[in-house]
């Protein structure tokens, strides 16, 4: 019985073409979408997850109140890993992790390589697939270095790695103890190959102490440990040892590695809030829901738009004996049968649409096409987008009377609310939203990216200091300046984009004793000013050559003015980190970190400061030559002096604009969503114009005998559409106003949501919706009388 189902069913899709060839591109566009958001949530939820010991893994945090409300971060001091393990029983292992790009070389091979330093513990305690060496063992020796599968095949060709010597920073030799397998795309952890911790302490000293916070550490706890105990331990124990962490009330907490993807937000209360990851994921969870329900729902418009052609088949069928059953079956077996011709649409979809979707998502995703578990999801997929979509029909349909539908009195075209009209304007509704909230969230791209950075980024550069550069530093300036290839160059501690250092202690005349305010840290030689193209608003720029006093210069900007509140604050003396600073200028505030935040206070240090080093060097190039140019001749000038070291110049305007990839991308991605669920939303309004067209047939003929104009014709059928489209515009307005809404609090700095945005969507979605229901409006306006009233 169910091969009689499907071969009708199939036989059914042959007699209908163009109505099977709608539907299947409708279901298949909703599924390939709903694919692809499917892949990215599975990606997300799956970072970490694949470590042996993910249950009992969690990173180390800190707790602090602090200016009225609670900050939590996860780096912490050095020492805190062996504190941990001597302290906590509970503790199996605790591990260090820092990061760097060193020197990579093997005889000729030289590269910048990114390094993970680690305790000996990490590759015990994290379950990173080893394809040669012993992970228990590989970084016990203070020169053992364990490579990726990758760098390996870089260095070393075909070639056995393990045993082979391998030259860090064009002097530390190094053995290969162990290769990995390459990492998968869906961790944290990111890195070219690792070092013992060990290394570290050799060429930098002893840690700094319970000052220092800048140290992700992770412990492991014993399998019968219990998380409630170990926790209250952990909360109080910097305080036994660190004299001002008892003072401010500092604590440990320890954030579970199954969060640290999703969920590591927090609020002002030190709590975690829904602006993490775990926010987009159910976000995109529901988006896809509702793609794919209105890809449903177009194939029940479609399906019901044919109930006068199904109609007269359902009383004969149910006249000669078929149950209700058996017609749900049928109609059932169709849907079931187009999905699966649409899952397979979609899955070729997919496999096209993939390389793009991984570029614009930052992913490496795929269909693991040899997994059972692949082909069993792929399959109920499609069986639940089968029953979804066809249970309406099948109920509508096999509910027909036959008394009625033989004399053909079961219609009901125009009923003021029918499930159609309902399923329409859910389908609009969210298209509608989806389009106002890719209007503002372009509109908060393009706010923020033309906010007032404070310095000019056009022709600056920066190249970290790496090899030679410290020692020849002077050599590379003067011949830069001298050849007019650079205006004017400077050194600091950290790209003119990103802040490396900050912190609180700072003390100065009238200072308010309860003031922990929070300042960041910068540091430059001279020239900083002319270099970035800083706006002073009193006193100077640094200037050792005039000022040797300047080294141990401060520059301010005007968010520090306002809460050191000077009104003269030229000279006046701030200390911090043990040395007195001068106060030589005032600049307006400049966007150093997030352009989306307020712009914290800033003190950019001399040339003196012990606890920052210099290691950028900032180049201003002259803009009377070409980029390439002046890029070719500054590469000479580097490898003159540092040969050993590639030349990487890194452009600050390219860099300040990667800070608005995420939002750029999440617009991108509901800008593509809204023109999918626009266009599977369009193929629904097809279908319910077709059915209204085709029940008002003898209508229509009335009009036009009586001397209806097409025009006055077109108008009464597109009417009616055009009330759904205004009706999904008002509920969808004020839901897209409150999500919007929602979104822009977590920005300090957002755009306003002008009254434009939603008129201009109205207006388009209107505009839509006429031009798809006006070809079905017009060909029937413009239909032959005689044709739809000659039975009568």
């Not at 000022?547 to 911090?576: H, Q, R, W």
């Not at 003190?603 to 210099?614: D, K, Q, Y």
């Amino acid at each position: 019985m169910i091969r009689n189902f499907f071969k009708i069913a199939y036989r059914s899709l042959l007699r209908n073409k163009g109505f099977s060839i709608i539907n299947i591109t409708g279901l298949a566009i909703g599924m390939a979408a709903a694919i692809l958001i499917l892949l990215w949530i599975q990606d997300e939820l799956s970072y970490d997850e694949f470590h042996d010991n993910k249950d009992r893994i969690y990173e180390v945090w800190n707790r602090v109140p602090f200016e009225g409300s609670i900050s939590n971060w996860n780096s912490v001091s050095a020492l805190t890993a062996r504190t941990l393990e001597k302290d906590l029983p509970e503790v199996e292992r605790a591990v260090r992790v820092g990061s760097s790009n060193y020197l990579l070389s093997v005889g000729d091979k030289k590269m910048m390589k990114l390094a993970m330093v680690v305790d000996t513990g990490f590759l015990q305690m994290f379950s990173f697939p080893m394809l040669k060496g012993d992970p228990a063992t590989a970084l016990n020796d203070r020169n053992a270095v364990v490579l990726t599968e990758k760098t390996a095949k870089i260095l070393f060709g075909d070639e056995d790695a393990i045993g082979k010597m391998v030259k860090i920073e064009n002097k530390d030799n190094f053995t290969v103890s162990g290769v990995l397998k390459d990492l998968p795309g869906n961790s944290r952890f990111n890195f070219d190959y690792l070092l013992p911790w060990s290394y570290v302490k050799y060429r930098e000293g002893e840690d700094l102490g319970w000052h220092d916070n800048s140290t992700s550490t992770y412990v492991m706890l014993k399998p019968n440990a219990n998380f409630a105990t170990v926790a209250a331990k952990v909360r109080g124990l910097k305080q036994r040892y660190d004299g001002e962490a008892k003072t401010m009330k500092w604590e440990w907490f320890l954030y579970p590695l199954s969060r640290w993807r999703l969920y590591s937000s927090f609020d002002d209360r030190g709590m975690e809030d829904n602006g993490g990851r775990g926010s987009f994921v159910k976000l995109f969870g529901i988006i896809a829901g509702f793609i794919l329900l209105i890809a449903c729902i177009n194939f029940m418009n479609l399906s019901t738009a044919r109930s006068e052609k199904r109609a007269k088949e359902v009383g004969i069928r149910k006249v000669v004996g078929a149950m209700k059953s058996s017609l749900i079956i049928q109609f059932i077996s169709e849907s079931v049968l187009l999905a699966f011709l649409a899952g397979i649409t979609a899955i070729v979809i997919v496999q096209i649409s993939l390389p793009a979707y991984n570029q614009l998502t930052d992913k490496s995703l795929f269909i693991n096409s040899g997994s059972i578990s692949t082909w069993m999801a792929f399959i109920g997929f499609i069986l639940f987008t089968g029953l979804l979509a066809g249970s309406y029909p099948a109920f509508f349909l096999s509910s027909f009377q036959p008394v009625r539908v033989l004399k053909g009195t079961f219609k009901k075209a125009n009923a003021l609310v029918t499930p159609r009209k309902v399923l329409v304007v859910l389908q609009f509704t969210f298209a509608t939203i989806l389009i106002i909230c890719t209007v503002i969230v372009k509109q908060q791209i393009d706010y923020a990216r033309n906010r007032e950075t404070g310095y000019n980024k056009d022709n600056l550069v920066y190249h970290f200091m790496t090899g030679d550069i410290p020692k020849n530093y002077e050599l590379i300036k003067n011949e830069l300046l001298s050849s007019g290839i650079a205006k004017s160059i400077t050194k600091t501690n950290s790209p003119l984009t990103e802040r490396w250092s900050d912190g609180w202690g700072q003390s100065w005349q009238g200072k308010d004793p309860n003031d922990k305010t929070s300042f960041d840290r910068y540091l430059s030689d001279e020239g900083l000013g002319v270099t970035a193209g800083l706006q002073f608003v009193q006193g100077r720029d640094f200037d050792l050559k005039q000022y040797p006093t300047d080294s141990t210069g401060l520059i301010i900007n005007e968010s520090a003015l306002k809460v050191m509140k000077f009104k003269d604050p030229i000279g006046k003396v701030v200390g911090d980190l043990g040395i007195d600073w001068h106060i030589v200028g005032v600049i307006k505030d400049f966007i150093l970190t997030s352009p989306y935040e307020r712009t914290r206070p800033i003190l950019i240090c001399g040339a003196r400061s012990s606890f920052m080093s210099f290691n950028v060097m900032q180049i201003k190039l002259n803009g009377k030559n070409t980029t390439a140019a002046n890029l070719e001749k500054t590469a000479i000038i580097f490898r003159k002096y540092n040969p050993d070291y590639p030349f990487d110049a890194k452009f600050v305007d390219e860099e300040y604009a990667g800070k608005f990839e995420n939002e750029k991308r999440q617009g991108i991605l509901a800008a593509l969503f809204a023109g999918l669920t626009i266009f599977i939303s369009c193929l629904g309004l097809f279908g319910l114009a077709t059915y209204m067209a085709e029940n008002r047939v003898k209508e229509i003929g009335v009009r036009k005998i009586m001397g209806a104009s097409i025009t006055s014709i077109t108008t009464l059928l597109s009417k009616d559409f055009v009330k759904l489209v205004i009706i999904s515009f008002l509920i969808a307005a004020p839901l897209a106003w409150w999500c919007m809404h929602k979104w822009l609090q977590s920005y300090t700095y957002r755009v306003g949501i002008a009254w434009w945005v939603f008129a201009l969507t109205g207006l388009l979605t209107v505009i839509i919706a006429l031009l798809t229901v006006c070809y079905q409006s017009i060909k029937a306006a413009i239909a032959n009388p005689v044709k739809s009233l000659r039975a009568e």
